[in-house]
């Protein structure tokens, strides 16, 4: 289908041209942000014609979507991320495919994730999802509980936190968005200083198709985008 092809390499070479303007403009180098492309929209065969264009790292919402695909994509070299919601009777097959989690937001289910890391005999990093605009509709953890929390899994030496993830408010516009970030990375930096050191606040994962360059400016590392990959297939 070289219809597909055409649309996907456009759009992903639009995308990275858009996430290096932005971080240019703020004095970061574009290779610090890592575009994490959401197939949660696609058949396994568009997200397989998303990988030939060089996106290597995939994301997810569901964890049987994320088994899936991973599963009929197994031939390809593609890094998995869980980027939604986890229960904890999903840990065991996620821990198997996922490469970062981006969704711990209890202490239970970090204690479910470190049984499985060590039965595996391997550790899981996972970033800790933070609701930072306070939406009652948004999963993740209030800004007060992200301290104790990370005390926790500080004592779980099979699980690596890497940073924060979080979604801005869905219908506030790409300035309230701008702000949303921006409260992450402050948090996040407040949290570097308190922190024991293995503990490692490194990623911010935040911004999707409408605001990824508000994210970029606010110091993403990592941008979860969905719809504009896709637009016009
Ligand atoms: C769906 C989803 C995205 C991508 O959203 P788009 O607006 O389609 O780019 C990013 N993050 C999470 C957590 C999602 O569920």
Redesign the pocket.
């Given at each position: 289908m070289p219809h597909l092809a055409e649309v996907l390499e456009r759009n992903v070479a639009e995308i990275r041209g858009r996430i290096a303007d932005a971080a240019r403009r703020c004095g970061r180098n574009p290779s610090d942000v890592r575009l994490v492309g959401?197939t949660?929209?696609v058949t396994p065969e568009v997200a397989q014609a998303l990988v030939a264009t060089g996106v290597r790292d995939l994301?997810e919402?569901r964890p049987q979507q994320l088994w899936a695909k991973a599963a009929a994509m197994a031939e390809e070299k593609v890094s998995w991320h869980l980027?939604?919601s986890l229960q904890r009777n999903k840990v065991r097959r996620t821990v198997e495919v996922a490469k970062l989690i981006?969704s711990l937001d209890s202490a239970r289910l970090a204690d479910a994730i470190h049984a499985e890391a060590v039965e595996a005999g391997r550790s899981v990093d996972a970033l800790v999802e933070v609701n930072i605009s306070g939406d009652a509709t948004k999963h993740g953890v209030a800004p007060d509980a992200v301290r104790p929390l990370m005390a926790h899994v500080a004592g779980l030496d099979h699980l690596r936190v890497r940073g924060l993830m979080t979604?801005s408010h869905l219908e506030g516009g790409a300035e309230i968005a701008r702000q949303d970030f921006a409260k992450l990375r402050e948090l996040r930096d407040r949290l570097r200083v308190e922190m024991p050191p293995s503990i490692d606040l490194t990623e911010l994962s935040m911004g999707?198709?409408?605001d990824f360059e508000q994210a970029v400016q606010e110091g993403a590392t990592i941008v979860?985008?969905?719809?504009?990959l896709f637009r016009g297939l």
């Open positions: 959401v949660k929209y994301g919402s980027i939604g981006h979604m999707m198709s409408d979860r985008v969905g719809s504009a």
